[in-house]
């Protein structure tokens, strides 16, 4: 008896929570129905009327969304699998901005009836115009008065037909750590195809530090990118091919110490020195610069590698650096014990070495253990 009263209680459990999340599902639905019809009269007292032809060929070449994709009411706009702020209404077959429902949505509809303007569907009207329409008004209107909704048509929404947009939306990137994760592949990937945003790119160069982080990212993330996204192993590959690359263009000379396009090609391949074989199979992908530079990186690392070096080791706690073959030599400098030295010469008893400082000079080689 007890048994059948406790099942008794867990089935009524039951129905009420199921009772309730249909309740809630519905009012849900008639919020989102509600919102839609105020969001598509403000549309139609400001111009702005899709076509659901339009609507399914927009959405397929910048967002990579087919119709078939997209469920009834509002459907969450996910950039590489990233979560964004932005929505797709099926229905009102436009994109709104924010995942939630309005609050007051009564008080809403009685200002748009008014013909109030309203700042919050202003700004929704002006990205549905310039990703439906290639509205220049609103296109202008956006550059110069809203860089951060510029940055997301031009980053987010794959959108470049308009210099003016673009330009703005380069003036919010600065610094890497203050990049949302969903903005971090669609700096290089197109959300319809995967392929490399090369002339996107090609406006950054002039921010290195933001390649330079951008390219590890994707070195790092290798696998997982993989694994979370349809972007193939190789055309990542060709795209961490072509930021390297990117780095060397319109520079008629390279120095290798002091250029930072280098010093981000040194130690990506030493962090993943898999990348050089890589690269080669792959004739570099075409990038001449990038096949130039590794090169000169082989032909130096293949110079260190031949390098000799030891460590000093005295009793006394130094060894005395002399400017020549003997004890009465004059003492150029006292290399500590522990000190790496490089080995410029070890033929006889006084070795020619170099300090860390780049001081040349020679100690006995008592005074030093060769290190393999």
């Known amino acids: ?41 403000y549309f139609s007292k400001n111009n702005f009327k899709n076509t659901q032809e339009n609507f399914n060929k927009v959405n ?20 590489f699998n990233e979560p964004t702020n932005y ?59 809203n860089v951060d909704l510029a940055a997301d048509i031009v980053i987010l929404f794959d959108y470049e037909k308009n210099e003016n947009l673009l330009q703005s939306a380069l003036r919010t990137i600065g610094n890497w750590e203050d990049i949302e994760e969903s903005y971090k592949l669609a700096f290089v990937f197109y959300n319809h195809s995967y392929k490399i945003r090369e002339k996107l790119l090609r406006k950054l160069q002039p921010k290195d530090y933001f390649l330079y982080a951008l390219t590890f990212y994707l070195a790092d993330n290798q696998q997982k990118i993989i ?22 263009e319109n520079k008629e000379e390279v120095d290798i110490q002091t250029d930072m396009s280098y010093e981000l090609l040194h130690n990506i391949y030493v962090s993943y020195p898999e990348l050089t074989e890589i690269f080669k199979k792959n004739s570099y992908f075409g990038y001449d610069d990038l096949e130039k530079y590794t090169q000169e990186y082989e032909v130096l690392q293949d110079d260190i590698r031949k390098k000799e ?64």
């Open 87 to 145: 929505q797709i209404s099926k229905e009102g077959k436009y994109i709104k901005i924010g995942n939630d429902i309005l609050p007051d949505l009564d008080s809403i509809r009685e200002k748009v009836n008014d013909n109030s303007k309203y700042p919050y569907f202003e700004e929704v009207t002006a990205l549905n115009k310039i990703i439906y329409q290639d509205d220049l008004t609103s296109i202008l209107l956006v550059a110069f008065n």
């Open 227 to 248: 694994a979370s996204t349809s972007i193939s192993r190789k055309n990542l590959e060709r795209a961490i091919a072509f930021l390297l690359q990117l780095g060397f």
């Open 1 to 41: 008896m007890l048994n059948r009263n406790i099942n008794c209680i867990v089935l009524s459990a039951v129905l009420i929570v199921t009772a309730f999340s249909c309740h809630s599902q519905e009012k849900e639905n008639k919020m989102d129905k509600k919102e839609t019809e105020i969001i598509e009269s």
């Open 309 to 372: 070096y030891g460590e000093i080791q005295d009793p006394d706690g130094y060894a005395n650096l002399r400017e020549e073959k003997n004890t009465s030599s004059q003492i150029l400098q006292q290399v500590k014990s522990g000190e790496k030295v490089e080995i410029l010469d070890n033929s006889g008893d006084w070795l020619l070495i170099q300090t860390g400082e780049g001081k040349k000079g020679y100690v006995h080689k008592n005074k030093i253990k060769m290190k393999p």
């Open 60 to 79: 397929a070449e910048l967002l990579g969304i087919q119709p078939e994709t997209l469920q009834n009411g509002y459907n969450d706009l996910l950039i």
